[in-house]
């Protein structure tokens, strides 16, 4: 059995195809999911505690033996006991009965603590894999799968999992048991036998035409529940600006109109969900109706005693409870098949970075230089980037942390789910060939040298993960994560207090410390909500500040402050950096006053360098772009 929580190691470099078909049908950890289908990740899921679920399937019998075997103590009671007048008969059955109703209800109590346990296991091991996979994929995630479909993955539909792991052993218990009644019957009856043998897969197989109409809503109403979610997600992360430009109204009547469709959609989902428990509800009672007439005939044809008769309706009744459990089946197995689609997508992408074969070590104390635009960080110095246009130097920043391009939209692979046959195919078809183009793109850009070389060597012939301990690149797309303050400056606990709080003071964030209760465990929201622009900003420099990278690259890490403090932030930061290679994209004055070197871009290039001093003398675009800055900085 697995240990609660589920373990969920990190990702492992394959050494070939069949080693890695041998880790995927491995029933270890939480290793590989199988994402080649739907139903194979789904049967993947149930391997990973196969163990457990055996368990509970056998404990589950056990607890349905008193609606199984019940039935026939109780008409045994009756003939062997009330019919001839024997009390001790009727004490021994009884005793008996109350044996089998003990032993039942203690398998419902370890029954639920186990399935409980397999549920918790199923959510959290795909929350744990999506956030795996979010953290290999990096950067790429967002631009291939919509944040929304991510997240309803973790949420919804790793509650999905758990729930077929519950009624998957309830259904195998239910099976066993009905075909021990079924034995018990045929033994007594064999027309009465029949009937319940071949009753429940007839009532089944009438009810499959319901379950793919059913499948199409639920996955409509996973689709736009989804794009609902992604759209809740943009409206927060940019709520600010909208009130700043007065588009709240806007965007609340979009958010009104999809949720109406998403309301739609379940409702539309309901009445189909409704139908088929229906349809379980009215096969399960007619044949109730059709085994109690059948066996009051043998009654009354002197084929079976009253205690047999009273046993045969205690056998219709619980018959019940089977039939409506392998509904329930097929209308999970149905849900969590859309669920699996979805998590295969968002599991199933991969990283396109490849290690090389022999990967260098990036050296210490190097020149960076980047061969496209021609800029140049020589060690230990503090280099500022200007450039007109910010996106040219955020460009920049990428390509020197090994970053690629984010100018595409993530590419849904949601459909209407009311559309069908070749419409369907074609529209999957031409999605998931825009998909495997962005994929080649990607991966065309990472095969080849990147263009930016640490001393003698480019970025691709290191290992990505030296790349991102020897370069640290931190821009205004950084997030504050929930938790304390502590975790916030130090997210992987290897800071000593000293250190943390010389992090806070470089960016002078004192203020942020002071004004959380608590101190260092002082609890800071989702996305920092309860920090002002600039108190974020400067948790975001003092965590990039404390990590103390080889080579340190700040995207105008002061735009969201006012003078005085970006002028203390400059002077702590160039002390605090003092021997280490710092590289900042910026047009701040009061940054410029303390670089050491000075690169301009125009057009994508790096144009002039030197002191801030030495191009404010010589270059007018220099003085163009530094005087603007100068001016907002006044405003500020």
């Given at each position: 059995?697995?240990?609660?929580?589920p373990?969920?190691?990190?990702f492992q470099?394959s050494?070939?195809s069949a080693?890695?078909?041998r880790r995927?049908s491995?029933?270890r950890?939480f290793a590989d999911?199988?994402?080649?289908s739907?139903?194979?990740?789904?049967?993947?899921m149930?391997?990973q505690?196969a163990?457990v679920?055996?368990?509970?399937?056998?404990?589950?019998l056990?607890?349905f033996?008193p609606g199984s075997?019940?039935p026939?103590?109780?008409?045994?009671a009756v003939?062997?006991?009330?019919?001839?007048?024997n009390l001790?008969?009727?004490i021994?059955?009884?005793?008996?009965?109350?044996?089998?109703?003990?032993l039942?209800a203690a398998?419902?109590?370890i029954?639920?603590?186990?399935?409980v346990?397999?549920?918790?296991?199923?959510?959290?091991g795909l929350?744990k894999l999506v956030?795996?996979?979010?953290?290999?994929?990096?950067h790429?995630?967002?631009?291939r799968?919509?944040?929304?479909?991510?997240?309803?993955?973790?949420s919804s539909?790793?509650d999905?999992?758990?729930?077929?792991?519950?009624?998957?052993?309830?259904?195998v218990?239910?099976?066993?048991a009905y075909?021990?009644?079924?034995?018990?019957?045929?033994n007594?009856?064999v027309?009465?036998?029949?009937v319940?043998?071949?009753a429940?897969?007839?009532l089944?197989l009438f009810a499959l035409?319901?379950?793919?109409p059913l499948?199409?809503?639920q996955a409509?109403?996973?689709s736009?529940?989804?794009a609902?979610?992604s759209?809740a997600?943009?409206i927060v992360?940019?709520l600010?600006i909208?009130r700043?430009?007065?588009g709240?109204?806007t965007f609340a009547?979009?958010?009104?109109v999809q949720s109406?469709?998403?309301?739609?959609?379940?409702v539309a989902?309901?009445?189909?969900?409704?139908?088929v428990d229906?349809t379980?509800v009215?096969f399960a009672?007619?044949?109730?109706?059709?085994l109690?007439?059948?066996?009051a005939r043998q009654?009354a044809?002197?084929?079976l005693?009253?205690?047999q008769l009273?046993?045969?309706?205690?056998?219709?009744?619980?018959?019940?409870w089977p039939?409506?459990t392998f509904?329930?089946?097929?209308?999970?197995w149905v849900?969590c098949l859309?669920?699996?689609r979805?998590?295969?997508a968002?599991?199933?992408q991969q990283?396109p970075w490849r290690e090389?074969?022999?990967?260098?070590?990036?050296?210490a104390?190097?020149?960076i230089?980047?061969l496209?635009?021609?800029?140049v960080g020589?060690?230990?110095?503090l280099?500022?980037?200007?450039?007109?246009?910010?996106?040219?130097?955020?460009?920049l920043a990428d390509?020197l942390g090994?970053?690629?391009p984010?100018?595409?939209?993530?590419?849904?692979?949601?459909i209407?789910?009311?559309?069908?046959?070749?419409r369907a195919?074609?529209?999957?078809a031409r999605?998931?060939?825009a998909?495997a183009?962005?994929?080649?793109?990607?991966q065309?850009?990472?095969?080849r040298q990147?263009?930016?070389?640490?001393?003698?060597?480019?970025?691709?012939?290191?290992?990505?993960?030296?790349v991102r301990?020897?370069?640290?690149?931190?821009?205004?797309?950084?997030?504050v994560?929930a938790g304390?303050l502590?975790t916030?400056?130090?997210?992987?606990g290897?800071?000593?207090?000293?250190?943390a709080?010389?992090?806070?003071h470089t960016?002078?964030a004192?203020d942020v410390?002071?004004?959380?209760?608590?101190?260092?465990?002082g609890?800071?929201?989702?996305?920092g909500?309860?920090?002002?622009g600039?108190?974020?900003q400067?948790?975001?420099l003092?965590?990039?500040?404390?990590v103390d990278?080889?080579i340190?690259?700040?995207?105008?890490?002061?735009s969201?402050?006012d003078a005085h403090?970006?002028?203390?932030?400059a002077?702590?930061?160039?002390a605090?950096?003092?021997g280490?290679?710092t590289i900042?994209?910026?047009v701040?004055?009061?940054?410029?006053h303390?670089a050491?070197?000075?690169?301009?871009m125009?057009g994508?290039?790096?144009?002039?360098?030197g002191?801030h001093?030495?191009?404010?003398?010589?270059?007018?675009?220099?003085?163009q772009?530094?005087?603007r800055?100068?001016?907002?900085?006044?405003?500020?």
């Amino acid at each position: 059995m697995h240990d609660f929580p589920p373990v969920v190691p990190d990702f492992q470099p394959s050494s070939s195809s069949a080693d890695t078909a041998r880790r995927r049908s491995s029933t270890r950890n939480f290793a590989d999911p199988d994402t080649r289908s739907a139903s194979r990740f789904l049967r993947w899921m149930l391997r990973q505690q196969a163990s457990v679920l055996i368990a509970s399937s056998f404990i589950a019998l056990i607890q349905f033996l008193p609606g199984s075997i019940g039935p026939y103590l109780v008409g045994r009671a009756v003939d062997d006991g009330i019919t001839p007048r024997n009390l001790s008969a009727v004490i021994d059955w009884s005793l008996i009965l109350l044996g089998i109703i003990v032993l039942g209800a203690a398998a419902g109590v370890i029954r639920h603590s186990l399935i409980v346990r397999s549920w918790l296991v199923a959510m959290y091991g795909l929350t744990k894999l999506v956030t795996r996979k979010t953290t290999q994929m990096g950067h790429i995630q967002p631009q291939r799968i919509p944040t929304g479909e991510i997240i309803s993955v973790s949420s919804s539909d790793s509650d999905q999992f758990g729930a077929i792991s519950e009624v998957l052993t309830r259904a195998v218990g239910a099976g066993i048991a009905y075909l021990l009644v079924a034995g018990i019957i045929l033994n007594t009856s064999v027309q009465l036998g029949v009937v319940v043998l071949i009753a429940a897969p007839l009532l089944v197989l009438f009810a499959l035409p319901l379950l793919k109409p059913l499948e199409r809503r639920q996955a409509l109403e996973r689709s736009t529940s989804s794009a609902l979610t992604s759209m809740a997600t943009d409206i927060v992360a940019g709520l600010r600006i909208l009130r700043g430009i007065g588009g709240e109204r806007t965007f609340a009547r979009n958010y009104e109109v999809q949720s109406q469709t998403v309301r739609r959609s379940g409702v539309a989902a309901g009445t189909w969900q409704a139908a088929v428990d229906a349809t379980g509800v009215l096969f399960a009672g007619l044949f109730l109706v059709t085994l109690t007439w059948l066996g009051a005939r043998q009654v009354a044809a002197g084929d079976l005693t009253v205690g047999q008769l009273i046993s045969f309706f205690g056998y219709a009744l619980f018959m019940v409870w089977p039939i409506q459990t392998f509904f329930e089946l097929a209308q999970k197995w149905v849900r969590c098949l859309v669920s699996a689609r979805k998590t295969i997508a968002v599991l199933g992408q991969q990283p396109p970075w490849r290690e090389p074969a022999t990967p260098l070590q990036l050296p210490a104390g190097a020149t960076i230089r980047d061969l496209e635009t021609g800029f140049v960080g020589e060690p230990g110095l503090l280099t500022i980037v200007v450039s007109a246009v910010p996106d040219d130097s955020a460009a920049l920043a990428d390509r020197l942390g090994r970053y690629l391009p984010t100018e595409t939209d993530p590419i849904s692979l949601n459909i209407d789910e009311r559309i069908k046959g070749k419409r369907a195919r074609a529209e999957r078809a031409r999605q998931a060939e825009a998909l495997a183009r962005l994929v080649a793109r990607d991966q065309a850009v990472t095969d080849r040298q990147w263009g930016v070389e640490v001393g003698p060597v480019d970025l691709a012939d290191s290992a990505i993960q030296d790349v991102r301990r020897h370069i640290l690149v931190s821009d205004t797309a950084g997030l504050v994560f929930a938790g304390t303050l502590q975790t916030a400056i130090d997210p992987h606990g290897q800071l000593s207090r000293e250190q943390a709080e010389q992090a806070l003071h470089t960016a002078a964030a004192e203020d942020v410390f002071e004004a959380m209760p608590g101190g260092w465990q002082g609890t800071i929201d989702e996305r920092g909500r309860g920090l002002s622009g600039g108190q974020r900003q400067r948790l975001m420099l003092a965590r990039a500040i404390a990590v103390d990278p080889q080579i340190l690259v700040l995207v105008e890490p002061t735009s969201a402050v006012d003078a005085h403090t970006e002028a203390l932030i400059a002077q702590r930061l160039t002390a605090h950096r003092a021997g280490r290679t710092t590289i900042v994209m910026s047009v701040s004055p009061l940054l410029l006053h303390y670089a050491d070197r000075v690169a301009l871009m125009s057009g994508g290039r790096v144009v002039d360098q030197g002191t801030h001093e030495e191009l404010l003398e010589r270059n007018p675009d220099y003085r163009q772009v530094v005087v603007r800055g100068m001016e907002e900085v006044v405003d500020v």
